[in-house]
C-alpha cells in the first residue's frame, strides 16, 4: 500500500524563521488557535510526496494553496510559500512565482 502525502503548516515570524509546525490534518481553528497564539503573520505550506518522481505541482496543489490563501485574509496572515518535497527534490511556489 503506497504512503499518502503529508502535508503540514509551518507558522513564520516577521523574519520567516519557522516558530511552530501544525498539522494540516488538525481542525482548521486549531490551525488558527495556533496562528493567534504564537502572533504569526506568515504561512508555509509544506508539502511531503512518498510516492510521486516529481514534486511537481497539480492542479489539486493549486487550488489547495488558493484556498488557504482566501482562509488567511480574514485575519489578516499571508501565505509566505507553498513547498511540495519529492524524492530528494522541491518546488517552491514563491520561487517558480505563483505566489
Known amino acids: 500500500m503506497p504512503l499518502l502525502d503529508s502535508t503540514q503548516f509551518l507558522l513564520l515570524n516577521d523574519e520567516w524563521t519557522p516558530i511552530h509546525r501544525v498539522s494540516a490534518d488538525d481542525d482548521w481553528r486549531e490551525v488558527v488557535h495556533e496562528l493567534l497564539q504564537h502572533d504569526s503573520q506568515w504561512l508555509v505550506i509544506e508539502q511531503q510526496r512518498f510516492d510521486d518522481q516529481s514534486p511537481a505541482p497539480r492542479w489539486a496543489d493549486i487550488r489547495f494553496s488558493r ?33
Not at 488557504?68 to 509566505?80: C, D, F, H, T, W
Not at 522541491?90 to 520561487?95: E, G, T
Open 67 to 99: 484556498a488557504i490563501s482566501r482562509r488567511l485574509r480574514p485575519i489578516e496572515v499571508k501565505l509566505a510559500d507553498h513547498v511540495i518535497q519529492g524524492r530528494g527534490h522541491h518546488f517552491s511556489f514563491r520561487a517558480a512565482g505563483l505566489l
